[in-house]
C-alpha cells in the first residue's frame, strides 16, 4: 500500500484479521458523512496510520482526506439493513433484536393466543388487546389506545401534521410507516405473499388479516361480551357499542358517528362531499 510520496505505510493486522479487504485505501475529501463514519468507527486505526505515516499532516488532510476502506464501510452498513426486509435501523442491537422477526427466535408467548414476540413490552401491549384495556385516550376525540405511540400518531389526525412527503408524487402522511407502504405503489412492490393462496400485498397488516381468513383465527376478543374478531379495527368499532362513543362527528350538521365508514357514507350522500 503507498503512500502519496512513494514511501509504504503499515498494514493494519486489527482489520485485516475481522474481514477480508482486498482494496487499498481509498481517500475522500468532499464527504462529510464518511469523515463522521471514519471517526466514529476507525478512531484507533486512523490514528495508528495518522502517526507512523510520513507524510505531512497537513499534505494528508488537504491531498488525501479521509481514510477508509470501502468495502468495509459497505460490510457496515450493511450491519444496519436487514438483510431480509431492507428495514433501516440506526444501531446493531436494534437490528439483531429485528431479525428476531424473520428468524422466529421468539421468546415471549401469548398464553391466550399463541403468538410470539421478540420483547416483553410488545407482549404486553398485545395482551391488553385480549383485556381490552385501551389506557391512552385522546383528549380531543375520546378515542383510547393501547400504545401511547399509537395515541401520538393518532393525534395528527386533529393538527393535520403530515410531515412525510413521498418524493414522486408529493403526498404526504403522518407516519413513516404510512410513507414506506405508499411507496410500494410507485415501485410496484408487494413483498407480504400468502403461502396457502400466493396471494401477495402491500401491507403486512393486510396480509395478516387476510391469512386469517384461511387459518379461521380470530384473536381479537371483547372483554365485555366475549365476541371475537379476525381485526383490531372490527374489535375497536364493535367496542363502541357497548361505550356509545361517536368519534366521529359532521362538521356541518354535527351528527356522530360510530366509524369512519359511516361517516364518510354520511358526508357523500347528505353533503355531497
Not at 475529501?29 to 471514519?38: C, F, Y
Not at 468495509?72 to 431480509?84: D, R
Not at 410507516?177 to 401477495?200: A, M, W
Not at 393486510?206 to 379461521?216: E, K, L, N, P, Y
Request: hydrophobic share 25%.
Amino acid at each position: 500500500m503507498e503512500c502519496v510520496e512513494g514511501k509504504r505505510l503499515p498494514q493494519s493486522s486489527n482489520i485485516s484479521d475481522k474481514m477480508s479487504v482486498t482494496a487499498t485505501l481509498e481517500f475522500y475529501t468532499e464527504n462529510e458523512t464518511v469523515g463522521s463514519w471514519v471517526n466514529t468507527i476507525h478512531a484507533k486505526e486512523v490514528m495508528k496510520y495518522k502517526q507512523q505515516t510520513v507524510c505531512q499532516k497537513d499534505n494528508l488532510k488537504n491531498d488525501i482526506g479521509a481514510v477508509i476502506y470501502s468495502e468495509e464501510m459497505q460490510y457496515y452498513k450493511s450491519l444496519l439493513e436487514c438483510s431480509f426486509c431492507s428495514k433501516m435501523f440506526s444501531n446493531k442491537s436494534n437490528l439483531r433484536k429485528h431479525y428476531k422477526i424473520h428468524t422466529e427466535d421468539r421468546l415471549f408467548v401469548c398464553d391466550i393466543c399463541d403468538k410470539t414476540f421478540v420483547d416483553k413490552l410488545t407482549l404486553r401491549n398485545h395482551c391488553k388487546l385480549h383485556s381490552g384495556e385501551r389506557p391512552y385516550k385522546c383528549d380531543i376525540c375520546g378515542k383510547t389506545f393501547v400504545e401511547t405511540k399509537t395515541l401520538r400518531r393518532h393525534y395528527k389526525v386533529h393538527t393535520g401534521e403530515r410531515p412525510y412527503e413521498c418524493d414522486v408524487c408529493g403526498k404526504t402522511f403522518a407516519a413513516t410507516s404510512n410513507l414506506r407502504s405508499h411507496y410500494r405503489t410507485h415501485t410496484g412492490e408487494r413483498p407480504y405473499e400468502c403461502d396457502i393462496c400466493s396471494k401477495t400485498f402491500v401491507e403486512k397488516k393486510t396480509f395478516s388479516d387476510h391469512h386469517r381468513t384461511h387459518t379461521g383465527e380470530r384473536p381479537y376478543v371483547c372483554d365485555v361480551c366475549g365476541r371475537s374478531f379476525t381485526q383490531k379495527t372490527t374489535l375497536s368499532v364493535h367496542y363502541r357499542t357497548h361505550t356509545d362513543e361517536k368519534p366521529y362527528k359532521c362538521s356541518i350538521c354535527e351528527m356522530s358517528f360510530k366509524d369512519g365508514s359511516n361517516f364518510r357514507r354520511h358526508t357523500k350522500r347528505k353533503h355531497n362531499s
